[in-house]
């Protein structure tokens, strides 16, 4: 199958500063990329649909200006959280469709923890 | 999106035994996917199911889309300790949409 890698795969920092993660399809064209988050012990929770050129969607409850998704090629998708707080430490995982594939595939997810 | 009525929650079992979990929704779905998570790491797919009514196996893994196209179940069987994880069921409207997930079952597997 398809390889959708994210980087970091953690990343801890302080509280009010920002984090960048990346969601690159290794050897396919992503057209839409999902982001999701996790809390511990709990299910995957959809936050943002991107397509590769314009503006994500967001989930209700979901703030846009918080979550800041790019996805300006192809391969590339990122989720950068402004101004962090505890309560956004979670577990983030982008997964990706292409065409050509029924199916969507999955990052290894990236640990957040603000301090 | 929805998210999926999963149960059991959680299952504790011997080695050996088998194992069953479910899946249901309020809305219909036209495909249904099982995956398996292990600590700290993405979800892995085990089987996908595009037809209602569809039965399919993978290994001591068997899947089936239920015919109202709102329930799906997984079954294990002769479970091994490295079947240790949590299962997650989802459902997809169709090829290239957000896939909603249930909520999750726990298994843990004593040898």
């Known amino acids: 199958g398809a390889v959708v890698s994210q980087h970091p795969s953690w990343v801890i920092c302080k509280s009010g500063t920002s984090v960048k993660i990346e969601c690159r399809s290794l050897?396919?064209?992503?057209?839409?990329m999902f982001w999701y988050r996790q809390f511990p012990k709990q299910s995957l929770m959809l936050m943002a649909t991107s397509n590769e050129g314009s503006k994500a969607t967001y989930e209700q409850g979901v703030e846009k200006d918080k979550f800041l998704i790019n996805h300006a090629s192809l391969t590339l998708s990122t989720l950068t959280v402004t101004s962090a707080h505890p309560e956004d430490s979670s577990f983030y995982i982008c997964?990706?469709?292409?065409?050509?594939?029924?199916?969507?595939?999955f990052g290894e997810g990236s640990r957040l923890t603000v301090l | 999106g929805q998210q999926l009525n999963q149960s059991p929650q959680s299952m504790f079992i011997q080695e050996g035994e088998d194992v069953s979990m479910n899946c249901t929704s309020s809305?219909?779905?036209?495909?249904w996917l099982w995956y398996k998570q292990d600590p700290g790491e993405g979800p892995v797919l085990l089987i996908a199911l595009y037809k209602a009514g569809e039965l399919t196996s993978n290994g001591r893994l068997t899947a089936q889309f239920g015919i109202t196209r709102k329930d799906s179940f997984l079954n294990i069987s002769a479970s091994i300790p490295s079947d240790v994880g949590i299962y997650f069921c989802a459902g997809q409207l169709a090829s290239g949409y957000a896939l909603n997930f249930g909520k999750g079952t726990s298994l843990l597997v004593t040898p």
């Open positions: 997964s990706a469709s292409g065409a050509g594939y029924q199916e969507l595939f």
């Open positions: 050897d396919f064209q992503a057209t839409t």
């Open positions: 809305s219909i779905f036209n495909t």
